[in-house]
């Protein structure tokens, strides 16, 4: 059984910020509360420790703002952002992560999340990013924004191919580079085997590779796994 809290009295806070806190690690959602309770305008009402429970808890809770982790079991952050917003299309979603990765920033904020932050930069731009992030502000991390800036320097191409990929193609690939197999992939995603397997062949065809192995390879590479 997942590991739930939920703290009603918040809910009746009408004028603080209802934030609900999802990450696999215990530690690190301790430190987030331990960040956020000073703030007078702050309330955590609720936390979980994997997607679907951040879900289940986002349904019951309605919270103004999700702080949720890129990397997470039952239901990852792509994922758990686009149902989450299915089901609370007014409610901010702040992903809080430590890949830097440009892509993984680009693809969760093409399925609607609201904020990008690394965890790293948590103690000291947490606080600021969720208040910017419910009033309709988009908080990226200084780290890819740079990157970012770079690559449009570069004329905003990318080499690798990876701009040409479906968010679904993209999170595919994500599972395959982290040693999972078509099936596995498929169950994390909620898709059909059939359905992944064709998603494995539109990257194989856009990306000019072969084989599933070419696929891991080359998701290892440029550090785009789970």
Do not use: W
């Not at 080499?159 to 994500?174: H, I, N, Q, Y």
């Amino acid at each position: 059984m997942s590991n739930i809290t939920s703290n009603k009295r918040s809910l009746t806070m009408k004028k603080k910020i209802r934030v609900l806190l999802a990450d696999d690690h215990a530690m690190v959602r301790d430190g987030l509360c331990r960040i956020l309770e000073d703030t007078d305008d702050i309330a955590v009402v609720g936390q979980a420790d994997n997607g679907l429970t951040a879900l289940s808890l986002a349904k019951q809770t309605e919270p103004d703002v999700v702080v949720l982790d890129y990397t997470m079991p039952e239901l990852d952050g792509l994922a758990a952002t686009q149902r989450i917003l299915d089901l609370l299309p007014k409610t901010k979603i702040l992903i809080l992560t430590v890949h830097d990765n440009i892509q993984f920033a680009v693809r969760i904020l093409e399925a609607g999340a609201h904020g990008f932050l690394l965890k790293e930069e948590a103690a000291d731009q947490l606080i600021t990013a969720i208040r910017n992030v419910n009033t309709g502000k988009i908080p990226i991390s200084p780290t890819i924004m740079e990157k970012l800036t770079a690559r449009l320097r570069r004329g905003g191409k990318d080499k690798a191919g990876l701009d040409s990929l479906s968010p679904r193609e993209f999170e595919l690939l994500r599972h395959l580079g982290s040693g999972k197999s078509i099936r596995e992939s498929a169950s994390s995603m909620c898709i059909s085997e059939s359905t992944a397997s064709t998603y494995r062949g539109r990257l194989l065809e856009k990306l000019g590779l072969k084989t599933t192995g070419d696929l891991i390879r080359f998701a290892l590479e440029k550090d785009i796994v789970s």
